[in-house]
C-alpha cells in the first residue's frame, strides 16, 4: 500500500453532531463541578475529560477503507484481493438487514452506525473461516468497483505471470535433471 493514488481511500470520521454533543456534555460537567469543587479542580478535570472525548471520538473515527495495490483494508484487518469473491454494494435497509438478522456470527464486522450504506465483501480463502466482510462505506458503490476492478487487475497480472511461467518451463534450451 505504498501507492500514494489508492483506487479507493475512505475515514470513517464521527459525525461532527458526535463532537457537539460530546462537548456539550463536558461542558454540562464544568458547570455541575465548578459550583461543587475548586474552580483550578473543575477546569482540570474539564480539560481531562475532553482529552478522553477528543482520543476517543478521533480512535473511534479513525478506522481507514483502503484498496490499493491488490490488497483491501479495512480497519485493522488487511487481504489480498485475490482471497476476495464477489462484492455486493448495499443501501441502508439492506445493510441492516444483512448486518442483524441475517448476519453470521463468523464475519469480519466494520460498522458504524452513521454510516448508512456498507459493502458485503465474499472471502473466497479456504483457509480463512471468515465467510464475508461487511465494511460500512459512505460510498458503497464506488467501493464495490474499486474492489472489483482491483480483483481483475490482480487476476489478470496472475494469468500473466503464470503463462510467461509456463512459457520458462518449457523453453527447450532450460536443462532438466
Given at each position: 500500500?505504498?501507492?500514494?493514488?489508492?483506487?479507493?481511500r475512505?475515514?470513517?470520521?464521527?459525525?461532527?453532531?458526535?463532537?457537539?454533543?460530546?462537548?456539550?456534555?463536558?461542558?454540562?460537567?464544568?458547570?455541575?463541578?465548578?459550583?461543587?469543587?475548586?474552580?483550578?479542580?473543575?477546569?482540570?478535570?474539564?480539560?481531562?475529560?475532553?482529552?478522553?472525548?477528543?482520543?476517543?471520538?478521533?480512535?473511534?473515527?479513525?478506522?481507514?477503507?483502503?484498496?490499493d495495490?491488490?490488497?483491501?483494508?479495512?480497519?485493522?484487518?488487511?487481504?489480498?484481493?485475490?482471497?476476495?469473491?464477489?462484492?455486493?454494494?448495499?443501501?441502508?435497509?439492506?445493510?441492516r438487514?444483512?448486518?442483524?438478522?441475517?448476519?453470521?456470527?463468523?464475519?469480519?464486522?466494520?460498522?458504524?452506525?452513521?454510516?448508512?450504506?456498507?459493502?458485503?465483501?465474499?472471502?473466497?480463502?479456504?483457509?480463512?473461516?471468515?465467510?464475508?466482510?461487511?465494511?460500512?462505506?459512505?460510498?458503497?458503490?464506488?467501493?464495490?468497483?474499486?474492489?472489483?476492478?482491483?480483483?481483475?487487475?490482480?487476476?489478470?497480472?496472475?494469468d500473466?505471470?503464470?503463462?510467461?511461467?509456463?512459457?520458462?518451463?518449457?523453453?527447450?534450451?532450460?536443462?532438466?535433471?
Open positions: 500500500m505504498g501507492n500514494t493514488t489508492a483506487a479507493f475512505e475515514r470513517l470520521r464521527v459525525p461532527f453532531r458526535w463532537w457537539l454533543q460530546g462537548g456539550l456534555m463536558v461542558a454540562s460537567f464544568w458547570i455541575a463541578m465548578v459550583v461543587a469543587i475548586p474552580e483550578a479542580a473543575a477546569w482540570g478535570i474539564t480539560a481531562a475529560l475532553m482529552a478522553m472525548l477528543a482520543t476517543g471520538l478521533r480512535s473511534y473515527g479513525g478506522a481507514r477503507i483502503v484498496v495495490d491488490g490488497w483491501l483494508q479495512a480497519g485493522r484487518a488487511k487481504i489480498e484481493v485475490k482471497f476476495v469473491g464477489p462484492v455486493l454494494a448495499l443501501d441502508k435497509a439492506a445493510a438487514e444483512v448486518s442483524g438478522p441475517l448476519a453470521d456470527a463468523r464475519a469480519f464486522l466494520l460498522l458504524r452506525p452513521y454510516v448508512p450504506g456498507a459493502v458485503r465483501i465474499e472471502i473466497d480463502d479456504p483457509g480463512d473461516p471468515t465467510p464475508y466482510w461487511l465494511v460500512s462505506s459512505r460510498h458503497p458503490a464506488v467501493l464495490a468497483a474499486a474492489i472489483e476492478q482491483t480483483r481483475r487487475t490482480a487476476s489478470r497480472e496472475a500473466a505471470d503464470n503463462t510467461k511461467t509456463q512459457v520458462r518451463s518449457t523453453d527447450p534450451g532450460i536443462r532438466r535433471p
